[in-house]
C-alpha cells in the first residue's frame, strides 16, 4: 500500500522559510520520481518541483527557481522541500506525489499516480 504524508507547513511572514517532508512507503523508490504540486485557493494544482529518486536529477517552476530546494533521503525514504524567501503567492495547499520514472513528464498532474494528503502553507505580508 503506498502511502504519502507531508508535514511541516504552518504559517510564516512573507521573506521567511518552512521545510516540507514527504515520507513515502509501499513502492520501488528507485523506479519513481517524485513531486510537490501546490493548490491555493480557487486555482488549479500546480507544479512546483520534482526529482528522481535514482539520480537526483531535480526540475522547478520558474516562479520558485532560486528560492526553493528540492531534495531526498534514500535511507529515511523521505522527500522535502526546503522553501526560503517566501511570498505572499506562495500561500497553498501543499501536496507531495509520485510518478513511475519512464513517464515523459514530471510537471503535470495527470503523470503522478499517488498523492499525499496536502499540508497548508500560509505566507503572511
Known amino acids: 500500500q503506498v502511502q504519502l504524508v507531508e508535514s511541516g507547513g504552518g504559517l510564516v511572514q512573507a521573506g521567511g522559510s518552512l521545510t516540507l517532508s514527504c515520507a513515502a512507503s509501499?513502492?520501488?523508490?528507485?523506479?519513481?520520481?517524485m513531486g510537490w504540486f501546490r493548490q491555493a485557493p480557487g486555482k488549479e494544482r500546480e507544479f512546483v518541483a520534482a526529482i528522481a529518486w535514482s539520480d537526483g536529477i531535480t526540475d522547478y517552476a520558474d516562479s520558485v527557481k532560486g528560492r526553493f530546494t528540492i531534495s531526498k533521503d534514500s535511507a529515511k525514504n523521505t522527500m522535502y522541500l526546503q522553501m526560503n524567501s517566501l511570498k505572499p503567492e506562495d500561500t497553498a495547499v501543499y501536496y507531495c506525489?509520485?510518478?513511475?520514472?519512464?513517464?515523459?513528464?514530471?510537471?503535470?498532474?495527470?503523470?503522478?499516480?499517488?498523492w499525499g494528503q496536502g499540508s497548508q502553507v500560509t505566507v503572511s505580508s
Open positions: 509501499g513502492f520501488t523508490f528507485s523506479t519513481y520520481a
Open positions: 506525489a509520485a510518478a513511475p520514472k519512464y513517464r515523459p513528464n514530471y510537471t503535470l498532474t495527470r503523470y503522478y499516480d499517488y
